[in-house]
């Protein structure tokens, strides 16, 4: 396992200290910031990879959104950067610390998806009706807003109380629970595998 620190020809590849989101940036993209994405990861995360949003349209159906960090802004082909991330292969995590893929200044900053702050992702969006039907699907490279960096346990205290339907957040994670709910069991019903085993944590 790769363990030595980034070189200075890697670190090099990084953009400045203060780097932002420009208006030319955000011209390039579908700017999906006025959207209330949420993250949903476990306890201490640092390094938020993916968001959602579920939102009711005015037609009546539901607009469901992946959006997934776009390390590829920041990582360009054939870069001494792009090498040593293709060498390292993944992260890899210690009982005391994290090997990191790229260095932290993507992984926890720039390529996390914290909430209240702008972050560029590329995010696939899919109009469902509430029966899980798909009456379209569109991939985009986009400027999201996250608007709360939820844990496991924040998400289902929401789907656990009955009296939150004005919430924002908690009515989008209601929306996603029951999508994900119906497409879960649709695909058990065509034969899918539900494999899972234990995960192993150890506390200091």
Not at 32 to 53: E, M, Q, T
Not at 62 to 71: F, K, N, P, W
Not at 141 to 155: E, G, P, R
Request: aromatic share 6%.
């Amino acid at each position: 396992v790769p363990h030595a620190a980034f070189t200075a020809e890697v670190m090099s590849c990084l953009p400045p200290a203060g780097w932002a989101i420009t208006e030319e940036v955000v011209a390039q993209r579908t700017d999906l910031r006025h959207i209330p994405v949420v993250s949903i990861d476990p306890p201490g995360c640092k390094d938020i990879d993916d968001a959602l949003h579920c939102i009711r349209l005015p037609n009546g159906r539901l607009e469901a959104g992946v959006h997934i960090a776009d390390v590829t802004h920041f990582v360009h082909p054939d870069s001494a950067l792009d090498k040593e991330a293709a060498h390292r292969a993944t992260s890899t995590y210690l009982v005391e610390r994290r090997l990191d893929m790229l260095p932290g200044l993507l992984t926890t900053e720039l390529c996390s998806l914290r909430s209240n702050e702008d972050h560029l992702a590329f995010s696939v969006i899919w109009e469902f009706d509430d029966d899980g039907n798909i009456f379209d699907v569109r991939f985009t490279k986009s400027v999201i807003h996250s608007v709360a960096s939820l844990t496991y346990a924040q998400a289902q205290d929401m789907l656990d109380d009955p009296n939150n339907g004005s919430d924002q957040v908690a009515c989008s994670v209601k929306l996603l629970n029951h999508l994900a709910k119906i497409l879960r069991q649709r695909r058990i019903d065509m034969g899918a595998l539900t494999l899972a085993s234990p995960e192993v944590r150890f506390k200091f």
